[in-house]
Structures are given as structure tokens and as C-alpha cells.
């Protein structure tokens, strides 16, 4: 789609509400407004200076639809950096669509998914960084992530790497400066000095990649499974997070046969609860193929919940799970704490450092629990304010950034060439500008936008 043309999207939620807006944007934006929308001041509207409301009517071919209130914006002065218009009316279904699709009859086209918040990077407004904050800004599922992805729309992150980039570009100049003028009287490069810059921009990239989970868990939710043999309380604890009768409870071992999926909320962190089939060997088909799911979600799971019948003594199938679970972020939850204690929490932590005792079934150890799951995914002391990478695409950038000075580092210690080393230092300037989008691919900027909601 031509990027320079006016388009105009429905920016409120698709559903009945107190009001409705429609967001017109691009050169003929005001022009397109004009011929739908009457001000009861009779001013017109392509003479209106920006930041201007005008009470009147939106008609279409003659015909009144609705009282409405029109806001002015002019480029560069808007949120696309363009024109724009936004018509506030009723909030009914029909009269939005309504006012739309008189917009569209007068000369705009449909907006994209994300295609505003793609106009107002294009137009220099935000970098990438920033316009993926928008878009977490809009899914935020509580003030944690809300407030990380203002912080982040501020522009946290992106001056965060600008600060990272500017000082390995510096560096690098003064490599390229070096080497290609050495009659010159340039000062010579320092090893240890240039070293020293790049350690300590490897430990800015290292310090927002660790971070990473942990803001994951707030801003986007934890992949968590609940595993564990059968009739241990699976099931029940689904239900108590949930808060639902999500899984069907019984005394039948084998009740659970698929996984039962859910996403509840602890505290600020979000967790896509899995429930599965108990773990067991077993000669029944569905229930055989119920426990391999069971297995394949929790290879792919990023926290795992085990449960334990802490009643009676560990089995050898509990200890099998144990040992699987051993290197991975884990808690062990001794169930049934209601009907005794028969296992030994130092027992247990042979295997998994992390140790709640819990009863499912009336609640008991729940704040523990949500506790114990802040403490492994290190969301405790998580800082919404700081710099944080918010989605795969930021940390891989991150990442490769990181592991390009990693190289130089190591360029330096084998005695290479500065050229060598300057490479590396290139590199690394390239997955950061990458991770801002100023020297991003079309295709990257494209899927970036593709998440988007329309009229956003």
C-alpha cells in the first residue's frame, strides 16, 4: 500500500461504548473530514489551524448520522507526523462503522493493522523500540506492564542502546581513523582503553539481556505447566488459580487426559497455565496420548510446577520427575499439606531449590506459591522504570550486539589487526541500529506492524 495516501480505521474498541472515534490521517485527511463532517460555527475545516475541536454533524450524501466533535491535528504536530482528523461520536457499532465508511466514500482508504503507528515511525515520531512499546502499551495486563511499556514508549530502551552504540561507534571511528590515515597525526588507539570501552558496553548488553525473562513475565506471561503423577492435585491447583473449575476433580486416577489450558493472573505476573495428565505408564491409548503431551509441554514450558502428594512418602515416579526438572525454572509443590506431612523438604531440594507445601484443595500456601513464582522468575525486585527488552526480536538484536564485542574483545587478546577488530565493532553498531530500526529491513519493520491492532 502507498504509504503517502490518506487512510482512516476505527481507533476505539469494536464495541458499544459512551463514544466512538474515528482517526482519518494523511495529506488529504482535513479535505476528507470536510466533506462529512459540518461544524455548527459553519468554519471549514481544510482552513483550520491544528489542534482545534469543532462541534457539528457527520453526514453522509446529505444525510445527518450523528453529533459529533472533530479534532484537528497538523503534521508534524500529531501522532503520525502527518494531518490528521479524528471524529468523536456515539459509541453505537452501527454509527461508528457508520462514520467510517462515509470517510472511505469520500477518499480514504482502510488502514492497515498498526499502519498509524507505522506512519509515525516513517515519519521519525518514535523508533522501533518505541512503536512496539505501543503496541504493549495496548495488551498490558496490569500496572507492572503498563508501566514498563510507558517507560519503554519514553524511551527507556532507546536510550539505553544509543548510549551502548554511540560509545562502540566512537571506538570504531577511531580504529577506521587510525588505520586508514596513519601519516596523519591522529592520536593512536589504546588497547587496553579500547578494550575497556567494549567490556563495559558487553556489560550494558548483558545486564538488559538478563532482564529479559523477568520482564517477559510481567509484560507478556510465562509458557507454565503443571506436571506430576496422577492424583497428586493437579488439577485442584489449576482450579484454585484459575479460580474456576477449569479441571474436572476426581478421585479417579487418569480423570485429566488432555491439557487444559488457562492464563491467570499472580500478583503482577501473568502465567498461560497448562494442566496435563498425570505421568504414569500406562496401556490405555488416550491416556498414553495424554501423558506425551503432558511431556512435550513441559519440555517447551518455561517454568514448571511439580507437584507432589507430600502426604505419603516420594515415589520413584516422583523422584523421576524431580531429577527432570533438576537445571530448569522450577517449583516443587508439595500438595495436600491438609492430610500430613510425609516428605522432607530437604528431600526435595536435592533436586529443586525452590519448595512450597501447599494445600490445593482449601488454599493454604497460596501466597507462598506466588512468592516462590516471583522469586524464580525474578520478578520480585523487578524495576518497571529501567530499560528492558520487550520481545524476542529486541533481545536477538541484544544478543548478536553483545556477541560481536565478545569477538572484538577476543581480537584484542589474540593480537589480530585493527581491522579485525573493527568488524566486529560494525558489527555490533548493526544489530543495535537494527534493534531501533534505523537500519532495519523492510520485511523486520513489516512483521513488526503486522501484530498491531487495526486503528492503531
Not at 495436600?336 to 529443586?352: F, N, S
Request: charged share 25%; with cysteine; glycine share 8%.
Amino acid at each position: 500500500m502507498n504509504s503517502t495516501d490518506t487512510i482512516a480505521a476505527i481507533a476505539t474498541a469494536q464495541a458499544a461504548g459512551g463514544i466512538g472515534i474515528v482517526r482519518i490521517s494523511g495529506s488529504d485527511s482535513v479535505a476528507i473530514a470536510e466533506k462529512i463532517f459540518v461544524p455548527v460555527s459553519g468554519a471549514k475545516l481544510t482552513r483550520s489551524k491544528g489542534y482545534r475541536a469543532y462541534f457539528g454533524r457527520v453526514t453522509d450524501a446529505g444525510e445527518a448520522i450523528d453529533e459529533a466533535v472533530c479534532l484537528i491535528f497538523r503534521a508534524p504536530h500529531s501522532y503520525t507526523g502527518e494531518d490528521v482528523a479524528e471524529i468523536s461520536c456515539h459509541g453505537g457499532l452501527y454509527i461508528t462503522r457508520r462514520v467510517l465508511q462515509a470517510a472511505l466514500d469520500a477518499g480514504a482508504r482502510p488502514a492497515e493493522a498498526g499502519e498509524f503507528t507505522k506512519r509515525a515511525f516513517l515519519n521519525g515520531k518514535l523508533d522501533l523500540s518505541q512503536a512496539e512499546a505501543v503496541m504493549n502499551m495496548v495488551s498490558a495486563q496490569g500496572a507492572q506492564a503498563a508501566k514498563a511499556a510507558l517507560c519503554a514508549l519514553d524511551g527507556a530502551l532507546s536510550q539505553k542502546i544509543h548510549a551502548v552504540a554511540q560509545d562502540v561507534v566512537g571506538a570504531a571511528a577511531a580504529i577506521a581513523a587510525w588505520v586508514d590515515y596513519p601519516d596523519e597525526d591522529i592520536e593512536a588507539v589504546h588497547l587496553d582503553k579500547l578494550r575497556a570501552t567494549f567490556t563495559a558496553a558487553r556489560g550494558e548488553l548483558c545486564a538488559l539481556l538478563a532482564r529479559f525473562e523477568a520482564g517477559q513475565a510481567v509484560t507478556e506471561g510465562v509458557d507454565t505447566v503443571i506436571v506430576g503423577r496422577p492424583n497428586v492435585g493437579k488439577s485442584t491447583l489449576m482450579n484454585l488459580l484459575s479460580g474456576t473449575e477449569k479441571s474436572i476433580v476426581t478421585h479417579i486416577p487418569g480423570t485429566t487426559r488432555d491439557v487444559v489450558e488457562q492464563t491467570v493472573r499472580l500478583g503482577d505476573v501473568v502465567l498461560h497455565l497448562s494442566d496435563t495428565a498425570g505421568l504414569r505408564e500406562t496401556d490405555n491409548p488416550v491416556e498414553r496420548i495424554g501423558v506425551e503431551r503432558a511431556k512435550q509441554k513441559m519440555e517447551r514450558a518455561v517454568l514448571t510446577l511439580a507437584v507432589l502428594d507430600g502426604s505419603v512418602p516420594l515415589t520413584e515416579e516422583d523422584i523421576e520427575l524431580l531429577r527432570s526438572c533438576a537445571g530448569k525454572l522450577c517449583i516443587a509443590v508439595l500438595n495436600k499439606a491438609d492430610q500430613g506431612e510425609a516428605v522432607r523438604e530437604a528431600d526435595v531440594r536435592q533436586y529443586v531449590p525452590h519448595v512450597v507445601r501447599l494445600s490445593a484443595k482449601r488454599g493454604d500456601g497460596y501466597d507462598a506459591l506466588c512468592y516462590a513464582v516471583t522469586r524464580v522468575l525474578g520478578t520480585a525486585d523487578f524495576d518497571p522504570s529501567a530499560a528492558m527488552l520487550a520481545n524476542a526480536r529486541q533481545r536477538d538484536c541484544c544478543r548478536r550486539a553483545a556477541e560481536h564485542l565478545a569477538e572484538a574483545i577476543a581480537a584484542i587478546d589474540a593480537g589480530l589487526t585493527l581491522d579485525a577488530v573493527n568488524v566486529c565493532a560494525d558489527c555490533c553498531i548493526d544489530a543495535l541500529l537494527e534493534l531501533t530500526g534505523e537500519k532495519a529491513a523492510d520485511a523486520v519493520v513489516q512483521e513488526v506492524f503486522s501484530r498491531f491492532c487495526v486503528g492503531k
